[in-house]
């Protein structure tokens, strides 16, 4: 079993629509969850990183975290093609410092 | 801003030199991090380093050896480089607990 796993996609929604990136883990001592966004030829860049239960709120993005079920997700509203990536999910064990990613999910948003 | 440069953005080697890979980061941040990514098979962590002369092995070492003399500065070293570490590098550094900030990325190919 892979210590973060991700759907490769590629996710196609339309413009305007909520994308929904999904990311489970193995780790039940994970702590520290991040979001990066990676455009073609480019670094990761975070979006989010989230730490407990719940939902986290950050203009268009919305990650929410459940730690019983082991995994996270990532909302997009309104998505726009300038969202067109791959969305990484990374997680990071507690009292470690070692961060595992997942393959990443690639999105196209349709105009 | 956090500020992560890698040495080079582009490197082409031939099979059997010693190639190093520099990265300096500006944010006084105790860990460091070297992955490589290829296509399908996202980022795989090389080493990390938690401290200065810490270093500990990711999940695929083997080929690489790793240096960290000055807080600032993580090198990977390839010492014998051959065709299948033909790949993007990329180096990251985090505070404690917190997400990791990329560098710009070195395209590696050894031919």
């Known amino acids: 079993q892979k210590e973060v796993e991700q759907n490769s996609g590629p996710l196609s929604v339309p413009e305007g629509a909520i994308a929904s990136l999904n990311c489970t883990y193995s780790?039940?001592?994970?702590?520290?969850f991040f979001w990066y966004r990676q455009y073609s030829g480019k670094s990761p860049e975070l979006i989010m990183s989230?730490?407990?239960?719940g939902d986290k709120e950050d203009g268009r993005f919305t990650a929410q975290l459940n730690k019983a079920s082991q995994y996270v997700s990532l909302l997009i509203r309104d998505s726009q093609p300038s969202d067109s990536a791959t969305y990484l999910c990374?997680?990071?064990?507690?009292?470690?410092?070692?961060?595992?990613f997942g393959t990443g999910t690639k999105l196209q948003v349709i105009p | 801003d956090v500020k992560v440069t890698q040495s080079s953005r582009y490197l082409v080697k031939r099979t059997g030199e010693k190639v190093f890979l520099e990265c300096v980061q500006d944010?006084?941040?105790?860990?460091m991090f070297w992955y490589r990514q290829d296509p399908g098979l996202g980022l795989r962590l090389i080493y990390f380093?938690?401290?200065?002369?810490?270093?500990e092995k990711g999940d695929i070492p083997e080929g690489y050896s790793v240096s960290r003399e000055k807080k600032e500065r993580f090198s990977l070293i390839l010492e014998s480089a051959s065709t299948n570490q033909t790949s993007m590098y990329l180096c990251?550094?985090?505070?404690?607990?917190?997400?990791?900030?990329f560098g710009n990325g070195t395209r590696l190919t050894v031919t």
């Open positions: 990251a550094s985090s505070g404690s607990n917190s997400p990791l900030h």
């Open positions: 780790d039940r001592g994970s702590q520290s």
């Open positions: 989230i730490y407990s239960n």
């Open positions: 990374a997680v990071r064990v507690g009292g470690y410092q070692k961060v595992t």
């Open positions: 944010m006084d941040h105790e860990n």
């Open positions: 380093s938690y401290d200065v002369k810490m270093k």
